[in-house]
């Protein structure tokens, strides 16, 4: 049985940080390069930190970069997602998702940054 597992979302200040985790189940997660998206009400969802198998290379969105940090333990199936510097107009759902053959999503995290 696959699953993703996010928690680590909530209300926080603006400039404050947050760290998401999401635990991997039922697939080799050593194989598949992990991701974190997230989806604003009314918006499309949108990829905010991407992460290869073996962690050597990163992705962000300029919207971000310099901000958020993706990480992945692998002997732990699990990938993290460090906010700092967080903006109000970071609030949104934040999904983990997973992709090599096929791709897995998480079920979300909420994560609300007050003014």
């Known amino acids: 049985q696959v699953w993703l597992a996010e928690s680590g979302g909530g209300l926080v200040q603006a400039g404050g940080s947050l760290r998401l985790s999401c635990v991997a189940s039922?697939?080799?997660?050593?194989?598949?390069?992990m991701s974190w998206y997230r989806q604003a009400p009314g918006k499309e969802r949108e990829l905010v930190a991407s992460?290869?198998?073996?962690?050597?290379?990163?992705n962000y969105p300029d919207s971000v970069k310099g901000r958020f940090t993706i990480s992945r333990d692998n002997a732990k199936n699990t990938v993290y997602l460090q906010m700092d510097s967080l903006k109000p107009e970071d609030t949104a759902v934040y999904y983990c998702?997973?992709?090599?053959?096929?791709?897995?999503w998480g079920q979300g995290t909420q994560v609300t940054v007050s003014s």
């Open positions: 998702n997973a992709q090599f053959l096929i791709t897995y």
């Open positions: 039922g697939f080799t997660f050593s194989r598949y390069a």
């Open positions: 992460i290869t198998t073996a962690g050597g290379t990163t």
